[in-house]
């Protein structure tokens, strides 16, 4: 079965939007990374008074049946939030070694 791992960033204020979005399409799980620093399109977050924010990162590998409704529900979200709230989605080929 052909398998995709999904790379999520989003502002650590919408994090639980994602996740409402894993439960509704059944992503078997996940992982995820809180506070995650750094400087995108949207400028700088470094959870400082100057640059203040965080990302999230969450790592899921899925079968292809989750994969179309997955995408577009966060692509659904991305267009209700809009960029300035800082969500980009990656999509890799994987598979199981172990």
Same mark, same amino acid.
């Not at 995709?4 to 059944?26: Q, T």
């Not at 620093?37 to 965080?54: D, N, V, W, Y």
């Given at each position: 079965?052909?398998?995709?791992?999904?790379?999520?960033?989003?502002?650590?204020?919408?994090?639980?939007?994602?996740?409402?979005?894993?439960?509704?399409?059944?992503?078997?799980?996940?992982?995820?990374?809180?506070?995650?620093? $750094?400087?995108?399109?949207?400028?700088?977050?470094? $959870?400082?008074?100057?640059?203040? $924010?965080?990302?999230?990162?969450?790592?899921?590998?899925?079968?292809?049946?989750?994969?179309?409704?997955?995408?577009?529900?966060?692509?659904?979200?991305?267009?209700?939030?809009?960029?300035?709230? $800082?969500?980009?989605?990656?999509?890799?080929?994987?598979?199981?070694?172990?």
């Amino acid at each position: 079965m052909r398998m995709k791992m999904i790379v999520v960033f989003v502002d650590a204020e919408n994090m639980s939007e994602v996740e409402r979005l894993f439960e509704e399409c059944d992503v078997p799980g996940y992982s995820e990374i809180p506070n995650v620093l $750094g400087k995108g399109a949207t400028g700088k977050k470094l $959870g400082t008074r100057a640059f203040p $924010g965080s990302s999230t990162l969450y790592l899921a590998v899925i079968d292809e049946t989750c994969e179309q409704p997955l995408k577009e529900r966060l692509r659904d979200l991305h267009d209700e939030e809009g960029p300035i709230e $800082g969500i980009k989605v990656y999509s890799l080929n994987t598979e199981e070694l172990i």
